[in-house]
């Protein structure tokens, strides 16, 4: 019988935990904050943005939201983000990718102050990762671990394939997947659009994580029986439905399913994780910023 890995469950029970924190937290005088900053007129990031508003409240964290106009200039995001960098109450910031096509995102994501990017994408924190050291880890890839961990999966050994070379998932991911950890200690192999044989790759693979970006791109013939499948990806295609659209991974889940050991639906699978450790990140964030001991592995 096929698992079916449930994101929405582990991701409540790391709320949970969260919250428990939270509390430690207030019990010190701190109020864990998290601002979100959109610039851009995208309905799914928007949607994205206020979900993640929501989580911080069920938990206990504030948030912070400011809106930008797609058209403005980059130097008024600039100008955000180096208020919120200087603000107290702000302990965590995120900066909603994809920005308008005028403002360049690296120089974005340096201005963050390392401290608050509870994304983990500053390059001093991406080589933090990269060394062994991280002090956050990006939520997508974190959530996949914590998944893994939840449903048992042995990485120690496995041989993993990361479909996707992101600096968002791909790469941290492959990273996490080869560290020396008991959530790592895999052979990973990373794939990407100018794979010469996909299917070679993927026909001996323990654990498949799918983040292509790329609706359906991995099919149940492609897989390995009895293979985890990890499935980041959220379209959303066009479909008769009452939004418009319907929701597909980046794995067509009715092949994939059968052949698989393990699977993780879209939606309630790695997208809950991916909100339920940026809730995590906040709270390890205000933790070190108020030298109060935060409990979470
Ligand atoms: N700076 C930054 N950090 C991000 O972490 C970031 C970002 N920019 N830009 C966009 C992507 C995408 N992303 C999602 C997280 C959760 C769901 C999620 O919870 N999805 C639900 C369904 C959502 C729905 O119904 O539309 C699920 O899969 O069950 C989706 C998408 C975070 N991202």
Request: aromatic share 4%.
């Given at each position: 019988m096929t698992?079916?890995?449930?994101?929405?469950?582990?991701?409540?029970?790391?709320?949970?935990?969260?919250?428990?924190?939270?509390?430690?937290?207030?019990?010190?005088?701190?109020?864990?904050?998290?601002?979100?900053?959109?610039?851009?007129?995208?309905?799914?990031?928007?949607?994205?943005?206020?979900?993640?508003?929501r989580d911080c409240e069920e938990v206990g964290i504030e948030s912070f939201h400011v809106e930008i106009d797609a058209d403005a200039p980059a130097s008024e995001l600039y100008e955000t983000i180096d208020d919120?960098?200087?603000?107290?109450?702000?302990?965590?910031?995120?900066?909603?990718?994809?920005?308008?096509?005028?403002?360049?995102?690296?120089?974005v994501l340096r201005r963050i102050a390392?401290?608050?990017?509870?994304?983990?994408?500053?390059?001093?924190?991406?080589?933090?990762?990269?060394?062994?050291?991280?002090?956050?880890?990006?939520c997508t890839p974190h959530g996949v671990q914590k998944l893994l961990d939840a449903y048992d999966v042995e990485t120690e050994g496995a041989d993993a394939v990361v479909v996707g070379r992101s600096d968002i998932v791909g790469k941290p991911m492959a990273n996490l997947l080869i560290q020396k950890s008991p959530t790592g200690?895999?052979?990973?192999?990373?794939?990407?659009s100018r794979t010469e044989d996909l299917e070679a790759k993927l026909a001996g693979a323990d654990i498949v994580v799918a983040a292509a970006g790329i609706p359906e791109f991995v099919d149940g013939s492609m897989l390995k029986a009895g293979a985890t499948v990890i499935d980041v990806g959220i379209n959303r295609v066009d479909a008769d439905t009452e939004k418009g659209y319907e929701l597909v991974g980046d794995v067509d889940y009715e092949s994939a399913k059968d052949v698989a050991g393990a699977i993780t639906p879209v939606p309630g699978g790695v997208g809950p994780m991916t909100r339920a450790m940026?809730?995590?990140?906040?709270?390890?964030?205000?933790?070190r910023q108020h030298d109060v001991e935060i409990e979470l592995d």
């Open positions: 698992e079916i890995i449930d994101g929405e469950a582990v991701a409540a029970d790391v709320r949970d935990a969260v919250a428990g924190e939270v509390t430690r937290l207030g019990d010190a005088g701190v109020a864990p904050g998290l601002a979100t900053v959109l610039m851009s007129d995208d309905p799914a990031s928007e949607t994205y943005v206020s979900m993640k508003q919120l960098n200087d603000r107290d109450d702000v302990h965590g910031i995120l900066v909603q990718l994809p920005l308008p096509d005028h403002v360049d995102k690296r120089t390392p401290e608050k990017d509870v994304d983990g994408f500053h390059p001093e924190n991406v080589g933090r990762l990269v060394a062994g050291d991280a002090r956050f880890k990006p200690n895999a052979t990973t192999t990373v794939c990407h940026l809730l995590y990140n906040t709270v390890k964030a205000a933790g």
